[in-house]
């Protein structure tokens, strides 16, 4: 029995190629281990059998983003949502084309964070230009809301809320307020801050029961199930 080698060194020695593509064949899921997938060049073989799958190529990982329906958890934090990550919370209506690769799944960033309670849309990426994105522009990009509340509004609390209210002593800059259906007001606001819109709704009369995020710039949850995640597509920018 021959002593237990790296995947990458065996997998280079099988194919005649460099460590360095080696260990690019393995994280891009492209070698099997007794015909099972293993995507660590560490993983230690010795009888096994090694294969390369015959579309392999040598494409490193691109950085990929995640959009997530958020349920409205209380512990629901990011390394509690990083675990609901993997092939079966997957939509089915994902059309973006990726294939899915474990590597997706680490070094993932969350970025504008739901406050607690809240649900709908939040982003997790691999890519840094997103992240500098959405932290960088975050008091320009708008984020679309539909919020469930109780309560008597006061008179013209509807224009109020547009324009007209305070938060932590500064006066907020105009906003899009309407309602959707009689329970429910939909919020369209830029640079949006944790219980700014429950503070909103309290000085006109109003609680918030629930709030649910749609939207991020121009990128939009659309249909996307309570639980699930998809692929951002190639074309989408916040």
């Known amino acids: 029995m021959s002593d237990p ?18 260990e690019l064949y393995i994280a891009g899921d492209w070698v099997m281990v007794d015909g099972q997938v293993v995507d660590e060049p560490q993983f230690m073989v010795a009888e ?5 799958h015959p579309d392999a190529t040598l494409v490193p990982v691109e950085p990929v983003t995640l959009l997530f329906h958020q349920p409205p958890d209380v512990e629901m934090n990011a390394d ?8 079966e919370t997957r939509a089915a ?3 973006s084309g990726i294939r899915l690769l474990k590597q997706h799944f680490l070094h993932l960033t ?8 809240a649900g709908g849309m939040t982003v997790f990426t691999q890519d840094f230009r997103v992240t500098r ?22 008179a013209d609390g509807l224009k109020l809320l547009n324009h007209g209210l305070s938060y932590n002593g500064k006066p907020l800059p105009p906003v899009k307020v309407s309602w959707q259906n009689e329970t429910h007001l939909r919020f369209a606001l830029k640079g949006v801050k944790p219980g700014q819109v429950a503070h909103m709704c309290k000085a006109v009369g109003l609680q918030v029961i629930s709030m649910k995020r749609l939207r991020i710039g121009r990128v939009s949850m ?9 692929y951002l597509m190639p074309y989408e920018k916040f």
């Open 222 to 230: 659309s249909k996307l199930p309570v639980g699930q995640w998809r």
């Open 93 to 95: 209506d994902d059309h």
């Open 110 to 117: 969350q970025c504008t964070p739901l406050e607690l309670h």
């Open 5 to 22: 080698i790296r995947l990458a060194k065996r997998l280079a020695e099988l194919i005649h190629c460099s460590r360095r593509e080696a």
């Open 133 to 154: 994105k959405l932290t960088d522009d975050a008091a320009t990009i708008e984020q679309e809301y539909v919020v469930q509340v109780a309560g008597e509004l006061i």
């Open 48 to 52: 096994q059998k090694v294969e390369l």
């Open 80 to 87: 509690a949502i990083k675990r609901l990550f993997c092939a």
